[in-house]
Nanobody, 126 residues
Framework: QVQLVESGGGLVQAGGSLRLSCAASGRTIRTSSMGWFRQAPGKEREFVAA????????FSADSVKGRFTISRDNAKNTVYLQMNNLKPEDTAVYYC???????????????????WGQGTQVTVSS
């Protein structure tokens, strides 16, 4: 079992920055791919960014490429999402997700992940 707790969300003006954290407990996430997804009101949960356990590769959605950066600190069992140049359309609840140990799924797909956090609200004002 893995418990994930997101933090760092809040209200920010357009052009501002936030850093989300996802602290994991229960087992190490060193061998898990980790992802960030978001869900805006009335919309489906969508992929934002992910980091693989295999080659520490990172992936991001086209809508956030060049603005958001995912990273991990295995010693702290924590994953981060640095969000720069935020836009009003980035407003959503952001969820952290963990895949199974040594998983081989597509990091962009929700079904790859079997543990989810409760989410943290990010609101970007124009």
């Amino acid at each position: 079992q893995v418990q994930l707790v997101e933090s760092g969300g809040g209200l920010v003006q357009a052009g501002g920055s936030l850093r989300l954290s996802c602290a994991a407990s229960g087992r190490t996430i060193r061998t898990s791919s980790m992802g960030w997804f978001r869900q805006a009101p009335g919309k489906e949960r969508e992929f934002v960014a992910a980091i693989s356990w295999r080659a520490v590769s990172t992936f991001s959605a086209d809508s956030v490429k060049g603005r958001f950066t995912i990273s991990r600190d295995n010693a702290k069992n924590t994953v981060y999402l640095q969000m720069n140049n935020l836009k009003p359309e980035d407003t959503a609840v952001y969820y952290c997700a963990a895949g199974p140990p040594y998983g081989l799924g597509n990091e962009r797909l929700r079904d790859t992940y079997n543990y989810w956090g409760q989410g943290t609200q990010v609101t970007v004002s124009s």
